[in-house]
């Protein structure tokens, strides 16, 4: 089994800068792939940043250039610094892990960037 706890959601005005964490604890394997997703309200969830344990990454085409994903493998945890934020990625941002062939979800953390 695992868990996760994600940290670091909040209000920010457009322009500003959020960064995010997640810890994953449990049975975790040494190779596994940790990312973000978000769901803002009457939309699908989507994949926003994914990482990999040797370090490969994927984004979402609309946060290139501005987010940056990252993690720490001796401290399972994965980072999302979020630069640049618009109104438009306002949504509930999900933390998940690819371990052993299953998927584990955080609870989730409300990002909201509004003036």
């Known amino acids: 089994q695992v868990q996760l706890a994600e940290f670091g959601g909040g209000l920010v005005q457009p322009g500003g800068s959020l960064r995010l964490s997640c810890a994953a604890s449990g049975s975790i394997f040494s190779t596994n792939i940790m990312g973000w997703y978000r769901q803002a309200p009457g939309k699908q969830r989507e994949l926003v940043a994914v990482?990999?344990?040797?370090?490969?990454?994927n984004y979402l085409d609309s946060v290139k250039g501005r987010f940056t994903i990252s993690r720490d493998n001796a401290k399972n945890t994965v980072y999302l610094q979020m630069n640049s934020l618009k109104p438009e990625d306002t949504a509930v941002y999900y933390c998940?892990?690819?371990?052993?062939?299953?998927?584990?979800w955080g609870q989730g953390t409300q990002v909201t960037v509004s003036s």
């Open positions: 990482i990999a344990s040797g370090g490969g990454t």
């Open positions: 998940k892990i690819s371990n052993l062939g299953r998927e584990y």
